[in-house]
Nanobody, 115 residues
Framework: QVQLVESGGGLVQAGGSLRLSCVASGTIFSANAMTWYRQAPGKEREFVAAFISGGIKNYADSVKGRFTIFWDNAKHTLSLQMNGLKPEDAGVYYC?????????WGQGTQVTVSS
């Protein structure tokens, strides 16, 4: 079992920055990938960024160059540094852990970007 708790969301003006965190507990040492998703009202949940076992980082085209994903193995914490935020970045951000064929989700943290 894996438990994920996100934090760091909030209200920010367009162009501003936020850093999201996702603290993982449980059998996280065997995770294959740690991923951020987001979901805006009325839209489907979409991929934002992933940290894959081995250190590979993937980003959605819409956030490349603005967002950076980090994994702190000692603290079991996945972070997402978001710079140059745009109104279209707003939504609930979720952390997901892929562990031995199973997926675990956090409860999400709200990001609001004012124009």
């Amino acid at each position: 079992q894996v438990q994920l708790v996100e934090s760091g969301g909030g209200l920010v003006q367009a162009g501003g920055s936020l850093r999201l965190s996702c603290v993982a507990s449980g059998t996280i040492f065997s995770a294959n990938a740690m991923t951020w998703y987001r979901q805006a009202p009325g839209k489907e949940r979409e991929f934002v960024a992933a940290f894959i076992s081995g250190g590979i980082k993937n980003y959605a085209d819409s956030v490349k160059g603005r967002f950076t994903i980090f994994w702190d193995n000692a603290k079991h914490t996945l972070s997402l540094q978001m710079n140059g935020l745009k109104p279209e970045d707003a939504g609930v951000y979720y952390c997901k852990a892929a562990v031995r064929g199973s997926s675990y989700w956090g409860q999400g943290t709200q990001v609001t970007v004012s124009s």
